[in-house]
């Protein structure tokens, strides 16, 4: 998996040294000696890694970070911050002004390649959802929101047989707000992710007789918890278990003796990335919804109407079931606009939208065709079920009290009905969707010829 890495540092030897090693494993990589030199390149070639060096003349590796994240072309990108220095509380504060993790030198190649395999792989995750939301905010209907929320009210897994130790992560998290559970084994593990919905789930690797890194895999291959950050915590000696976690999915690591600030930052830091990724989620799902509804009504558009219904043709042919359309027209909507205005018209058309999915089964299609014009797809009705559901809407809406401006105005529909009757060829199959609706239509048109207010069935689809 390839991928661009920026390296930083003011060391020609560490850059040159860094570069090859991952040049070798056929990254693409550019180099920058300078604070200021890195950030105006990573503005412009936009890399999916930066390798930060912390003590540097000038803007230092912090600084570096902070301006990475501030900024709204590079602060998805992960960072990854190393120095000579070992201590805690450097480690913490490179965590928390964004960077991904934090690796001493000198960087071990596997624990490196490891965590750059790791990142990169989250890094495409991230830029596929904000591609697809940035598409929807073109559109303009979505909003971007806040892309670090607070982690309150975040629920946490602890897998840990040591009670010790689990308390200590407990107590450590909760200062944040964090709402934890302990599980003390894979079983107990596997049965409470299944069962609830967590924002991070933290893994001891010395996990008594289990295989931690058996249920790593299990969490990664199951649906519900294949997204779910994953936290390794890990001793000095488990480097090579560490590795082959990252590379199972492991999102990040801590190692024993554990420090409660690091546990912490660590823990913020996935917890929120979970709840960016979430809201690009539903921001996302939320954007089809509108591509796929009438804004004014809340019925189905015709997009969503006509891939519906193709779909729904084809299975009925193939399963040689049946299916039922009703095209519906407002009666007289013209004059209701030119009497009342369009605010009134508008109304009119949510009224009898509501009558309409009040009236129809709860897995029927309802769609606003266009104009005043509704489409009711029925899958398993025959024509003449189809034909009764029209009469009690027909007969349901005239019944409707509709008083626009507090002037009562009757409201009437007239409604076509179409049905796949008997076996089809398989010859007739390519525009059978199209075939219903034209029937359904030229039903309609002969219930608006007869007087309107009326149900005329189409002869046969």
């Known amino acids: 998996m390839s991928a661009r890495i920026l390296i930083v540092d003011d060391m020609l030897a560490n850059l040159r040294l860094m570069e090859a090693k991952l040049s070798a494993e056929y990254y693409e990589v550019a180099t920058a000696s300078t604070g200021e030199d890195a950030l105006a390149l990573a503005s412009r070639w936009l890399p999916d890694l930066v390798l930060l060096d912390v003590m540097m003349p000038g803007m230092d590796g912090y600084q570096v970070c902070t301006a990475l994240k501030a900024s709204r072309e590079t602060e998805h990108v992960p960072v990854v911050m190393l120095t000579a220095l070992g201590d805690c509380d450097a480690r913490v504060r490179g965590l928390e002004v964004g960077a991904d993790d934090f690796l001493t030198k ?171 990724q979430e809201r690009l989620r539903a921001d996302l799902q939320y954007s089809i919804s509108l591509a796929l509804t009438d804004g004014l009504t809340g019925v189905y558009n015709q997009r969503y109407l006509r891939g519906h219904l193709k779909a729904l043709t084809d299975q009925a042919v193939s399963a040689r079931g049946q299916l039922a359309v009703l095209m519906i027209d407002l009666d007289r909507f013209k004059s209701i606009n030119d009497r009342f205005g369009h605010a ?5 058309l949510k009224v009898v939208a509501d009558a309409i999915r009040q009236h129809v089964r709860v897995f029927d299609t309802v769609a606003r065709y266009g104009g005043e014009e509704f489409v009711v797809i029925m899958p398993g009705a025959t024509r003449g079920e189809g034909e009764a559901v029209a009469e009690r809407l027909r007969s349901a809406i005239a019944a409707l009290r509709f008083a626009p401006s507090g002037t009562p105005l009757p409201l009437t529909v007239s409604i076509g009905v179409a049905a796949l009757v008997g076996p089809v060829e398989a010859g007739a199959q390519r525009r059978l969707d199209e075939a219903l609706l034209h029937a359904a239509d030229a039903a309609l048109y002969r219930a608006k010829a007869a007087g309107r207010n009326r149900v005329e069935v189409a002869e046969a689809a």
């Open 106 to 276: 000198p960087v071990e190649d596997g624990t490196l390649f490891a965590r750059v395999r790791s990142l990169v792989r989250l890094k495409r995750l991230l830029d596929e959802w904000r591609l697809r939301t940035a598409t929807t905010q073109q559109l303009g209907v979505t909003e971007a929101g806040p892309t670090r929320p607070g982690v309150e009210g975040a629920r946490v897994l602890i897998v840990d047989d040591r009670e010790d130790e689990a308390a200590f992560a407990v107590q450590a998290l909760g200062r944040d707000g964090v709402r934890c559970q302990r599980a003390g084994d894979i079983g107990q593990a596997l049965q409470a992710a299944r069962g609830g919905i967590f924002d991070l789930i933290v893994l001891n690797l010395a996990l008594g007789a289990d295989d931690p890194l058996r249920l790593a895999s299990r969490l990664r291959a199951e649906e519900s918890t294949r997204e779910t950050p994953l936290l390794l915590v890990a001793d000095p000696e488990q480097r090579d278990l560490l590795v082959r976690g990252l590379d199972l999915g492991a999102n990040d690591y801590v190692m024993r003796p554990m420090d409660e600030n690091e546990l912490r930052a660590r823990a913020r830091n996935q917890v929120r990335r979970r709840f960016y």
């Open 344 to 348: 009134a018209g508008d109304a009119a």
